[in-house]
């Protein structure tokens, strides 16, 4: 079987005195879009953010399609990466915050061309025409001139998706990508990530939305205190759990 | 004192109060150009990782803000070449004095600004593939500016008014050139309620036109993508 587009072995975190991912171990098959639940505090969204390097760890290795992250940073084919490599690494793993995170100084099409432009080095007319596509695959062709704060939750997560898509990322990452939403607001956005975004890449998706999850996620995890509590198919974690951490979660949030 | 007789004053001395002018106008924007270096400079210090970087730059902000201008001006003319071996003209002891005073505030201004930026911004700079330099020139300081820039204007409001200390040390500004007004026609009363007016409506002019610009900002064309009708 291929190497996992996503190996974690024995991954620590820290933020000071706190433990926040205790030996985490996982494998995300390349294709796969695992989904991850679990209570606040329980390390999900820290997990994604450590795939990016966003977060530094401090112990065990993860390995992101070839490139290497342990806790003295990163490195490829035994070699330490720069700065500008690490910056290169991440422009093949999308990321979608919770709180969207749009440039609020560019327009909506200024922020999806700044990455291809500016980091890729495409031309601006290649940027304009890929980015222009896309919005109008989200239904924001109108907004592209508008600026962020002109727009909606759902609009501007939707942007915020489309900016990160236009880099045609091998990997996608959702911290929460619904929850700052209004709630007749999350169907659009879910749907674009389903249609849209997840496409084939390799997907890990922090959410509390079950519905989703069933019907995204080629594996679920429940993580509780910083650990994998229960892993396996969206029918077996979310209809026939078997730890009981895991059922009460699941009882709580339906 | 009839209105006639004011005007005829004022005619009369025209040369005196333009020149004043003048030279209050000229010192409170060199003062203020060399404010926004000096503060920069300053700023990017206190900002470093690095103590040996931060603690004179946080020390030079603290007492360049603690300390009255008229002391700074007095200290900078008379001290200044006995500590330093510089001994400047009245003019340029005026500009670096006034330059200190603006240039702890400003720096104050810089780090609020960038420090004002949320992570998220960050973050999702850095998730592109956006080196620090590039996120530093490309998002954090195009946006640090637009919130910095009416404190910054409000401080050349500020620089602007303080500048009537100078005459203290003889610099023919404004307040200056009424005192030598006021000595030949002995008529303070109206010479410096003239001045009083000529302060406010400069200043009063430079308010509104911050205040303006302020509620403008975000709509600036240079946060615009010039090319995106392409």
């Known amino acids: 079987m291929a190497d996992p587009m996503i190996q974690l072995r024995g991954v620590q975190k820290y933020f000071g005195a706190l433990h926040v991912l205790r030996e985490l171990t996982l494998d995300v ?33 993860i390995v992101v399609d070839g490139t290497a992250i342990d806790a003295r940073g990163l490195a490829r084919d035994g070699r330490r990466l720069s700065a500008r490599q690490v910056a290169r690494f991440r422009t093949g793993i999308g990321m979608v915050f919770q709180s969207f995170n749009l440039f609020s100084h560019m327009t909506v099409l200024g922020n999806v061309i700044e990455a291809p432009v500016g980091v890729l080095g495409w031309s601006r007319e290649q940027a304009v025409a890929r980015g222009m596509e896309l919005l109008g695959q989200v239904n924001l062709a109108d907004k592209a001139h508008s600026y962020p704060a002109t727009l909606s939750g759902g609009q501007q997560q939707r942007a915020a998706i489309v900016r990160s898509l236009v880099m045609d990322p091998k990997i996608m990452l959702f911290d929460e990508p619904t929850s700052a939403l209004d709630p007749e607001l999350i169907g659009e956005v879910l749907r674009v990530i389903r249609d849209l975004a997840i496409g084939g890449r390799t997907s890990v998706i922090v959410t509390h939305e079950l519905g989703f999850a069933r019907d995204v996620a080629s594996r679920v995890i429940f993580m509780d205190a910083g650990r994998v509590i229960e892993e396996g198919s969206p029918e077996q974690v979310l209809e ?15 | 004192m009839s209105l006639n007789r004011l005007a005829r004053l004022v005619w009369e001395y025209r040369e005196a109060f ?8 000229e010192l409170s924007l060199l003062a203020m150009a060399l404010a926004l270096i000096s503060g920069l400079l300053a700023c990017l210090g206190a900002l470093a990782r690095n103590r040996l970087a931060r603690a004179p730059a946080i020390l030079y902000i603290e007492f360049c803000r603690n300390t009255p201008i008229l002391v700074q001006l007095v200290w900078v003319h008379f001290a200044w070449p006995a500590i330093f071996g510089v001994k400047f003209t009245a003019f340029t002891s005026s500009v670096v004095a006034l330059a200190l005073q ?38 954090v300081v195009p946006q640090a500016v637009m919130r ?11 620089c602007f008014k303080s500048t009537s200390i100078v005459s203290v040390i003889a610099v023919p500004d404004l307040m200056y050139h009424a005192g030598l007004i006021v000595s030949a026609t002995f008529l303070p009363m109206p010479i410096y309620t003239l001045v009083a007016a000529m302060y406010f409506l400069m200043v009063l002019a430079v308010s509104a036109a911050v205040r303006r610009l302020s509620r403008r900002l975000p709509t600036f064309g240079y946060f615009q993508v010039r090319h995106a009708a392409a």
């Open chain 1, 29 to 61: 098959p390349a294709g796969a879009t695992v989904v991850v639940l679990g209570p606040s505090g329980s390390g999900k969204s820290t997990l994604v953010r450590c795939i990016n390097h966003l977060e530094r760890i401090q112990g065990g290795t």
């Open chain 1, 240 to 254: 026939h759990p078997r730890e009981e951490r895991t059922r009460s979660f699941i009882r709580r949030i339906v």
């Open chain 2, 18 to 25: 333009l020149s004043g002018i003048w030279v209050t106008v």
């Open chain 2, 148 to 158: 910095m820039l009416p404190g910054i204007l409000n401080q050349f409001v500020t």
């Open chain 2, 102 to 139: 603006s240039s702890g505030y400003l720096a104050e201004e810089y780090r609020a600004g960038i420090e004002s930026i949320e992570k998220g911004q960050i973050e999702a700079a850095q998730s592109l593939g956006m080196t620090y330099g590039r996120l530093m020139r490309r998002i």
